[in-house]
């Protein structure tokens, strides 16, 4: 039988452009609004008086009243092998790696632990409101297993990938080649990939970690499966990009590393990129790449600022990502948080407006799922999150000052976390609940 229609009526807001080009265009905003959900997918959204009186008479009603309702959270870079590990002190990249990313990662080794932490790590996003994420495991491609079938089992949309790693690396994190690691991933791929709501990245973790036969192999990767997304880092923190221009004398850049060995290309994703020039801003842009922006991250370790005025000046696509464990948060509304401070930091200016944008279809842009996912349009899959604006004192004391949307935004956005989000809902079930 047909699965009847849910109707989920709350205020609604999602996106439909870019705040930074549209303005006041690019969003749309229901105070009493309802979303009309049919086998998972988005029907229609409209003010609740147009739409009410002609349901059909066995809809499911779902009433959120009171809270705001948007597209699920996308997260753009995140490590699910380093939530053990969050919050530890006192490093910068380097030797955080070798001090605390690296051992956590090990363990993963184990396809018990794998699973355990996979099944805490998505547990995690949803609690927090995220429905997409891109992924990074380990070398282990039992953990590439464990990752993706948690994920399968909640019908989250997810990408995640291997790690690829031939050197200068601890030797039990290596793969025993660039062959092997590459037959490793293909034989990933045809079991993963394009599995409902799976999608596979290819992951050499930076260039420094991966030999150039390595990063070739995973550019013929690239080019032969053209469906596949890729994921690194990019230009982090100055001493890694000096020890790039080492390894690589030739490269022009550390982007220009990555574009020699065919890995910059649409669905190419670079986490961090902040130390950067407008040439290369330009070659992402041209290439499609986009950059996944890890505010908090970038302040834990003291990388640097991330220049999202740059990046929008020479038109790349920009995420957001929490880069868990570096990062501090898997709340994107603190990742908001942390961004605007960022960008305070550089005389720029981060609207609410564009940070939700962000947050929502800007992360789908990035990772070229705006077809599927980042808003509410018919036809669209039906992930969503249900926030409480007033879900604490603080919140309801300043909420009762704020008088646009634009105001309430930011004050959710500065004062607002996981305890924020009431429901996360994919494809239009409940998978996430808040229990008080």
């Known amino acids: 039988m047909p699965t009847p229609l849910l109707a989920v009526r709350g205020e609604i807001i999602h996106f439909t452009a870019d705040p930074a080009t549209h303005g006041a265009a690019a969003h749309e905003h229901l105070p009493d609004g309802l979303l009309l959900i049919a086998a998972g997918h988005v029907?229609?959204?409209?003010?609740?008086?147009?739409?009410?009186?002609?349901?059909?008479?066995?809809?499911?009603?779902?009433?959120?009243?009171?809270?705001?309702?948007l597209p699920g959270f996308i997260d753009t870079h995140v490590h699910y092998a380093q939530t053990g590990m969050i919050a530890s002190y006192g490093e910068q990249l380097g030797a955080w790696l070798e001090k605390y990313a690296f051992p956590a990662e090990r363990s993963f080794a184990d396809p018990a632990h794998a699973a355990a932490e996979a099944d805490f790590f998505c547990d995690q996003l949803?609690?927090?409101?995220?429905?997409?994420?891109?992924?990074?495991?380990?070398?282990?491609?039992?953990?590439?297993?464990?990752?993706f079938a948690v994920a399968h089992a909640r019908r989250m949309r997810l990408i995640a990938g291997k790690v690829l790693m031939d050197r200068n690396c601890p030797l039990e994190l290596s793969d025993d080649s660039a062959a092997a690691g590459d037959a490793q991933s293909r034989a990933l791929i045809e079991k993963w990939h394009g599995r409902d709501r799976l999608a596979y990245a290819i992951t050499p973790r930076f260039a420094p970690t991966s030999t150039p036969e390595q990063l070739r192999r995973a550019g013929q990767l690239f080019t032969d499966h053209p469906g596949l997304h890729l994921q690194t880092h990019l230009a982090e923190q100055r001493a890694e990009v000096a020890w790039v221009a080492q390894l690589y004398p030739a490269a022009r850049s550390y982007l220009d590393v990555y574009e020699r060995h065919a890995l910059l290309g649409a669905r190419s994703l670079f986490a961090h990129c902040i130390w950067l020039d407008d040439d290369d801003r330009r070659h992402m842009a041209a290439h499609g790449a986009a950059m996944s922006f890890c505010p908090t991250s970038n302040l834990f370790l003291g990388s640097g600022l991330f220049d999202l005025a740059a990046a929008d000046r020479c038109g790349v696509r920009v995420g957001l990502g929490t880069d868990i464990g570096a990062g501090t948060s898997f709340s994107l509304l603190q990742t908001l948080n942390e961004a605007y401070k960022v960008l305070q930091l550089s005389g720029q200016s981060l609207t609410p407006e564009r940070a939700f944008y962000l947050a929502t279809l800007g992360g789908a842009r990035s990772l070229y799922l705006d077809d599927k996912i980042g808003s509410f349009a018919a036809g669209r899959e039906a992930d969503f999150v249900v926030l409480d604006p007033l879900a604490t004192p603080l919140l309801t004391h300043r909420m009762a000052h704020a008088t646009t949307l634009a105001e309430r935004l930011f004050v959710l956005m500065m004062l607002g976390d996981e305890r924020c989000v009431v429901a996360t809902h994919v494809l239009g079930e409940v998978a996430f609940t808040a229990r008080y």
């Open 126 to 147: 949803l609690r927090n409101g995220t429905t997409t994420a891109m992924a990074f495991a380990t070398v282990h491609p039992a953990a590439v297993d464990a990752l």
């Open 43 to 69: 029907l229609r959204c409209g003010p609740t008086a147009q739409l009410q009186s002609s349901l059909p008479t066995d809809t499911r009603h779902l009433d959120y009243r009171g809270k705001l309702i």
